[in-house]
């Protein structure tokens, strides 16, 4: 008796759960903040290999939103792309 294989492609939802871990920096949240402002600024500024993890996106009036991710932008559009079948 011989046995009949048929494969499936699985995906596991574990790859996505970096994709969770972001934080919107909002400008007025950051201006109230000025010890974190400077923080963040000496951080852009001497840490250069982690700045494809923070994305600056200018906001309509003004300033400028932040957002603060594990995974870079490079990555992200890797994964949506698998993900999303693109």
């Given at each position: 008796?011989?046995?009949?294989?048929?494969?499936?492609?699985?995906?596991?939802?574990?790859?996505?759960?970096?994709?969770?871990?972001?934080?919107?920096?909002?400008?007025?949240?950051?201006?109230?903040?000025?010890?974190?402002?400077?923080?963040?600024?000496?951080?852009?500024r001497?840490r250069?290999?982690?700045?494809?993890?923070?994305?600056?996106?200018?906001?309509?009036?003004?300033g400028?939103?932040?957002l603060?991710?594990?995974?870079?932008?490079?990555?992200?559009?890797?994964?949506?792309?698998?993900?999303?079948?693109?």
């Amino acid at each position: 008796m011989t046995v009949e294989r048929q494969y499936m492609k699985v995906r596991s939802l574990v790859g996505l759960i970096p994709l969770l871990a972001v934080e919107t920096l909002e400008p007025d949240v950051v201006d109230r903040l000025p010890g974190f402002k400077r923080r963040l600024n000496w951080f852009i500024r001497n840490r250069p290999e982690f700045r494809e993890h923070l994305e600056a996106m200018d906001q309509p009036g003004g300033g400028e939103r932040r957002l603060l991710s594990i995974v870079s932008r490079e990555k992200l559009s890797r994964v949506l792309r698998l993900m999303l079948d693109a």
